[in-house]
């Protein structure tokens, strides 16, 4: 038996893809029995057996979930995870946690940690900077995989919140308070979801007659410190062309915005306003208290933990897709424009 026969070599002799060799191992998808039998025979040629012993005893489930997480400083994902990890006890499984700290080695070196202890089910929790990473997972895994915040996940099951919702939500919310000169602090350039977010926002300002400014979208890091920098970054433009209200992709970038508006002297949110994303915990208790876009982070996880065991006890299909719809939460950290009224 070649035990470094991986599902890639499979996929590449039957002329598939990855997830469906994984569909046709598992029956997590339909695939037609033609293609069915092209990946049967090239797994028996090759004498395919995932981690030796794993399909051999499929038949003997382990109640146990893996969960590979992407580093990040952000608490709301923090709270995701604690989310999937109260769902998982209270259904009766143990959920095994990697960090992967955004490395892709790492986290397909995790990946073959997870399948040699025999998971039921795989979930991804994506800080999405590094595109189609889930997906690579996903394909590879061999058992039903769930992606967490990720838009583009196929073969897994996506589960968000619906960001071009909330970017629109938050636009038509700014709009409304009588801003005008708005400045996006989004997450990296390659982000997919905050590309999301952002057409939501433009699309709404559009549709109200306000045109964005392209030079007020400032890339950062999706951090405390990427916020601080981009804050401070539109304070430097001329008076005439500074925005009159800032809304950062996430809460973390939102606080870093705030101390970087009261360092440079401005009151908040009297000269300048700051929106967040998310609702993290001490969105609440900043200086000013942060009005953000909330995401459902404990159904989130919740519905993570909760679609997958079901599959796997019950046979309900995975879904594609789910989303789920985030609302606004008003505080005090958006004013209306200087000069204004309330």
Do not use: W
């Not at 990946?39 to 146990?64: E, M």
């Not at 709009?175 to 000169?181: C, T």
């Amino acid at each position: 038996m070649k035990n470094n026969i991986t599902i890639k070599d499979v996929a590449r002799a039957a002329g598939v893809s990855n997830s469906t060799v994984s569909h046709v191992i598992n029956g997590t998808r339909f695939v037609s029995p033609e293609t069915t039998e092209r990946v049967k025979s090239a797994i028996a040629r090759l004498g395919f057996a995932p981690n030796g012993v794993a399909q051999a005893l499929k038949g003997s489930r382990t109640r146990t979930i893996g969960m590979i997480v992407t580093s990040s400083t952000n608490p709301f994902f923090a709270a995701l995870i604690h989310g999937v990890e109260a769902a998982c006890f209270t259904r009766g499984y143990s959920l095994v946690l990697c960090n992967s700290e955004d490395d892709r080695d790492k986290a397909q070196g995790y990946l073959e940690t997870l399948r040699a202890k025999r998971i039921d089910a795989l979930i991804v929790l994506s800080a999405n900077q590094q595109p189609g990473l889930t997906a690579e997972l996903a394909g590879a895994a061999g058992v039903p995989t769930v992606a967490l915040d990720d838009e583009e996940a196929a073969p897994a099951t996506s589960i968000a919140d619906d960001s071009l919702a909330g970017g629109a939500l938050a636009a038509a919310y700014l709009a409304g308070r009588g801003f005008r000169r708005i400045a996006c602090v989004t997450g990296p350039a390659q982000h997919p979801r905050s590309a999301i977010r952002f057409k939501g926002f433009t699309e709404e300002l559009a549709r109200r007659g306000i045109a964005f400014d392209p030079a007020l979208a400032i890339p950062s890091e999706p951090t405390v410190a990427g916020g601080d920098r981009a804050m401070r970054s539109l304070l430097e433009l001329p008076p005439g062309r500074r925005p009159q209200a800032v809304f950062c992709f996430n809460d973390v970038m939102a606080i870093g915005a705030l101390s970087a508006a009261y360092e440079c002297g401005l009151d908040v949110p009297g000269q300048i306003s700051v929106m967040g994303y998310d609702d993290i915990e001490i969105a609440a208790f900043t200086a000013p208290p942060l009005t953000t876009i909330r995401q459902p982070v404990a159904e989130l996880g919740l519905r993570a933990a909760s679609v997958i065991i079901d599959h796997l006890e019950t046979g309900a299909a995975l879904p594609d897709r789910i989303r789920l719809a985030p609302e606004l939460v008003e505080r005090r950290s958006v004013g209306q424009p200087a000069g204004t009224e309330e």
